[in-house]
C-alpha cells in the first residue's frame, strides 16, 4: 500500500483526471476521493482572522471546562457524589479526549465549517449520505443554538444568584428578571461578534490568559480560607441521593456533570473557514483544549470537594448556585465572594462570545449547501465585516425567542437546552462510527489529513462511539426518583421532537433541494461540475487507491 502527501489541488486534479467526458468517474476506487474534493470545494474565501494561538484560546475558552465545574457540580454530588466528582470527572475526560482525537482526524480531512454534517456526507454509505448528512446538520443547527443559550442563561442566572446573595431581604428573584438579563447578555454577544471582529482574536487571547488566571484567584483563597474536608470524603465516599435503587446508574447519571464540562470540542471545526492552515491547527487546537481544560477542571474539582464546608447547606443555597455559597462560607466577605463570581461569570461570557460563532459559522455553511430555508440569504458574507452577519442574527435571534419559554416555565426551558448534550453527542458518534467502518474494511480508501490516529485509529473511534452511547443513554434519565412532572428530565422528549421536525423538513423540502455539500457527485455523479471552484492548499494524506485489490463504490 502506498502513501503519498497531496495538496487539495492536486487530489482535485487526480480526480478530474479520473473522470470521463460526462463527468463521471471512470474508477468507482475514487469515490471517496472525489467527494472529498468536492467538500473542500466548497470552501469559502472569508476573512481569515485566526492562527493557532487564538484558536487554542477560542477552543479552550469555549469549552469553559473548569468554570461549567465549578458552577454545575450539584448534579454528580447528588447523584454519585465525590467518587463521581473525582474518578468520573478523570473517565470524562478521558471519553472527551478520545471524541477530540476522533473528530480531530475529520477535521483534518475537511477542515469546512459544516463540521459533523460534512464528514456524514463524506464518510457515509452513498446510498444514505445525503439523508445522514441532512438530519447531521439540523441536529447540529439545534444543539449549537441550545448550547449558546444555556451558557448565556447560565451566566444571567448567576448574576441573579449573585443580586439574591447581596439583598437577601429585599430582593424577590423573578423568573422574567433572569429572562430580561438573560436578553441583555445576549444582545452584547451579538453586538461583540459583529462589530468586535477584527479584535475578536485578541479577545479570546484575552480570554484564556483570564482563563488561567482566575482559576488561581479562585483556588487561592479556597485553600487557605475555607474549611477542609478529610480525604476520606473526597476520595473514598459515594452518595445516592438521587433515589435510584441502583448505585451504578446514579454513578453514570452524576457522570454527566463531568461530561458537559469537556462538551462543545467540536466548535472551533466550524471556525475551520478563518483559520490559517486549518487543517494542521483545527486538530490540534482541538486536542490540546481538552489537555488544558482537564488540568484544570481536575484542579478546581479536587479543591471544591476539600473546601465544600457543609453540604446540605451548600446544595440548599438560597442563590440557586452551592459554588457561591461556598465562596461566602470561605471569605465570610461579601466583595471577595462578588469577586470570585464576577471572575466565573467573565469566563462563562467568553464563552458565550465563541459559542455565538460557531454556531453562526455552521448555519451559515448549511445555509450555503441548501440546508436551510432561504439559503441565499443566510449564506451571505458581509463585505464590510467579512463575516455571516445574517447567520449570527438569525441565531442569535432564535436565541432571544428561547428566552420567552422561560417566563412560562423554566422546566420547559430547561428542557430546551439539555437538548445540547444529548445532540452534541448524536453528531459525534455518526462520523466516528462511519470513519470506523471504513477502517476495519480495508477496502474502503480514507484520504486523512496531515492530522491522523495513525495504528490508534480503530480503539480511539472505538472508545469514542462507546462513551458517546453512555452519555447519550444515561443522559435521557431523569436525575430523581420517583419522578415528578417538576424533575423529570424532558431531553429525551425535546430531542424526539427535534427528530421528527427534521423528517418533517426532510419530506417538505430536504429531498427536493438539498444534496449536501457534495451536489453534483453525489445527485448525478458529475464531478467535474462540483469541482469547478479551486479550493485553499490543504495538506492531504491519501492512500493511493489504484495500488489496493479490487474495491466496490459504497
Known amino acids: 500500500m502506498s502513501e503519498t502527501k497531496l495538496t487539495a489541488e492536486q487530489l482535485r486534479q487526480r480526480v478530474i483526471s479520473h473522470t470521463g467526458d460526462d463527468g463521471r468517474l471512470k474508477n468507482a476506487l475514487f469515490d471517496l476521493d472525489a467527494r472529498t474534493a468536492a467538500i473542500l470545494s466548497r470552501r469559502h474565501q472569508i476573512s481569515k482572522h485566526f492562527g493557532f494561538t487564538s484558536m487554542l484560546s477560542f477552543s479552550t475558552t469555549v469549552l469553559v471546562s473548569w468554570q461549567a465545574f465549578a458552577v454545575t457540580f450539584q448534579g454528580g454530588l447528588v447523584n454519585g457524589g465525590p467518587s463521581t466528582l473525582v474518578y468520573g470527572l478523570i473517565f ?67 448574576i441573579q444568584g449573585l443580586v439574591i446573595l447581596n439583598y437577601p431581604d429585599t430582593y424577590e428573584p423573578q423568573q422574567w428578571h433572569g429572562t430580561l438579563i438573560y436578553w441583555a447578555v445576549s444582545l452584547v454577544i451579538v453586538f461583540v461578534n459583529i462589530f468586535g471582529i477584527r479584535i475578536f482574536p485578541y479577545l479570546e487571547t484575552l480570554a484564556l490568559i483570564l482563563h488561567v488566571i482566575f482559576f488561581f484567584c479562585i483556588l487561592v483563597p479556597l485553600v487557605h480560607l475555607a474549611p477542609r474536608s478529610s480525604a476520606d470524603f473526597v476520595f473514598r465516599s459515594f452518595e445516592n441521593n438521587g433515589g435510584w435503587h441502583s448505585d451504578g446508574v446514579s454513578w453514570f447519571i452524576g457522570l454527566l456533570t463531568s461530561t458537559y464540562s469537556f462538551s462543545g470540542v467540536d466548535g472551533v471545526s466550524h471556525m475551520a473557514e478563518e483559520v490559517d492552515n486549518a487543517a494542521v491547527v483545527v486538530p490540534r487546537t482541538m486536542i490540546w483544549s481538552i489537555v488544558v481544560s482537564g488540568i484544570l477542571c481536575f484542579g478546581i474539582s479536587i479543591t471544591i470537594l476539600f473546601c465544600i464546608g457543609n453540604v446540605d447547606n451548600a446544595l440548599n443555597s438560597p442563590t440557586g448556585f452551592p459554588i457561591i455559597e461556598i465562596f461566602f462560607n470561605a471569605t465570610k466577605s461579601h466583595a471577595a465572594t462578588n469577586a470570585m463570581v464576577s471572575a466565573l461569570i467573565i469566563s462563562i461570557f467568553f464563552s458565550a462570545l465563541g459559542l455565538l460563532a460557531s454556531g453562526s459559522r455552521l448555519i451559515w455553511a448549511f445555509a450555503r449547501d441548501d440546508g436551510l430555508p432561504f439559503p441565499r440569504y443566510f449564506s451571505h458574507v ?71 490516529l495513525g495504528r490508534w485509529g480503530v480503539p480511539v473511534n472505538l472508545f469514542t462511539i462507546a462513551f458517546s452511547f453512555i452519555t447519550i443513554g444515561f443522559n435521557v434519565l431523569p436525575p430523581y426518583f420517583p419522578v415528578t412532572a417538576t424533575n423529570m428530565n424532558y431531553a429525551g422528549v425535546v430531542f424526539g421532537a427535534a427528530l421528527i421536525i427534521c423528517g418533517i423538513l426532510w419530506l417538505w423540502m430536504g429531498q427536493k433541494h438539498y444534496a449536501g455539500p457534495i451536489r453534483e457527485v453525489m445527485e448525478n455523479g458529475n464531478v467535474r461540475s462540483a469541482l469547478l471552484n479551486r479550493e485553499p492548499e490543504i495538506e492531504l494524506e491519501s492512500k493511493d487507491p489504484s495500488s489496493r485489490g479490487k474495491q466496490h463504490m459504497v
Open 92 to 158: 470524562a475526560f478521558l471519553g472527551s479526549l478520545a471524541t477530540a482525537a476522533s473528530l480531530a482526524e475529520m477535521a483534518s480531512m475537511s477542515p469546512t465549517s459544516g463540521g459533523q454534517y460534512h464528514w456524514v456526507a463524506l464518510l457515509a454509505p452513498r446510498r444514505y449520505s445525503i439523508l445522514f448528512s441532512w438530519f447531521a446538520g439540523w441536529i447540529t443547527a439545534f444543539t449549537r443554538i441550545a448550547v449558546t443559550a444555556s451558557v448565556a442563561f447560565l451566566a444571567a442566572t448567576m
Open 382 to 452: 458581509d463585505r464590510r465585516f467579512g463575516i455571516p452577519v445574517r447567520a449570527i442574527l438569525w441565531s442569535a435571534a432564535i436565541i432571544m425567542i428561547l428566552g420567552l419559554i422561560n417566563l412560562g416555565s423554566t422546566t420547559a426551558f430547561n428542557a430546551l437546552v439539555s437538548l445540547a448534550l444529548l445532540g452534541q453527542y448524536t453528531t459525534y458518534v455518526l462520523p466516528t462510527i462511519f470513519i470506523l467502518v471504513r477502517r476495519v474494511r480495508l477496502a474502503k480508501n480514507i484520504p486523512f489529513g496531515p492530522w491522523g
